[in-house]
């Protein structure tokens, strides 16, 4: 790719860029992106000429399992073909639908092991997580969750992941909308925390970035260590939501999007008074965070 005189990102190997042509390349998939459609043909001629190719169009677009849906002023992407084939891969086609993917206070730490499920628990889990890292954000705390109990598989477990499946019965054809928003702020970040939710008492770090207005980057995960209090795990949640936004505004920037300032909302006050008061005498393990 350097070569034909295409650079590639320093943030992300997979992309490569010139005169606002964007290639993501992932083993032998390639996507072409820009908006001058000659320029585009001109890649792919060049492209076809040293590799043995075969173009797709822009309609009804597909990248690695992700549908893409173009309009006139926004995109959309979605797994519907995806989603559809772990219904049909578990039997749940048929299922009735879930207005949720999971109850509310579920707890799987005291469910009796059967390791015959292991495999299909796994399977499920596995084939979920690549659906919510791609399009499906509002699966992303449940399946996290049950992620967790993948080495002490249960019926409760496996029944568990039938309601997401059922929830995703009745959610196939939702989407992710990417509109044209150019005054909107370039990035902006919401960071949450759950104090000390779970047995071994630590807490749940959630936070989701949008580059102009667009959700491009979401996570739940278990924190690492225990939080002993509530401005802490928040703090926690915050420190690692600021680590992410350093590497989208590198991304931005190598894409010639400017971004010198990035808004992380967080709503908890005393770690918010923290973060502006790094050396105050209160957070006794000395954390200290910087945001840019």
């Known amino acids: 790719m350097k070569i034909k005189g295409f650079q590639r990102a320093e943030s992300d190997y997979c992309l490569y860029f010139k005169d606002g042509i964007y290639i993501l390349l992932y083993v032998d998939d ?37 549908n893409i849906i173009q309009d006139s002023d926004c995109f959309y992407i979605n797994h519907k073909e995806y989603l559809k084939s772990i219904l049909t891969k578990f039997g749940m086609s048929d299922a009735n639908a879930s207005e949720s993917p999971m109850e509310v206070n579920v707890n799987l730490d005291d469910c009796t092991v059967d390791y015959s499920l292991e495999h299909k628990c796994r399977a499920c889990i596995g084939s979920l997580m690549y659906a919510v890292v791609g399009s499906r954000p509002d699966l ?14 249960s019926e409760r477990l496996w029944q568990c992941l039938k309601r997401i499946l059922r929830y995703i019965k009745g959610t196939i054809n ?27 008492r630590k807490s749940i770090t959630g936070y989701v970035f949008k580059v102009f207005n667009n ?78």
């Open 30 to 66: 390639l996507l072409v992106l820009g908006e001058d459609n000659s320029r585009i043909n001109n890649v792919k001629e060049i492209l076809s000429t040293e590799f043995k190719m075969k173009d797709l169009g822009s309609k009804n677009l597909k990248y690695l399992g992700i």
């Open 140 to 153: 992303c705390a449940a399946v996290s969750y049950l992620a967790r109990y993948q080495s002490r598989p």
């Open 215 to 292: 959700s491009v980057i979401w996570r739940c995960k278990k924190q690492s260590t225990v939080a002993l209090s509530t401005t802490e795990a928040e703090l926690y949640s915050l420190n690692e939501a600021a680590l992410e936004a350093c590497w989208i505004r590198k991304l931005l920037n190598e894409l010639d999007v400017s971004c010198n300032t990035t808004t992380i909302y967080e709503d908890n006050k005393s770690t918010i008074f923290s973060v502006c008061n790094p050396d105050q005498k209160r957070m006794k393990r000395g954390h200290k965070i910087q945001l840019y």
């Open 174 to 200: 939702y989407n992710l909308k990417y509109n044209k928003n150019c005054n909107s702020e370039p990035l902006v970040g919401y960071a949450d925390a759950s104090f000390a939710v779970d047995k071994d």
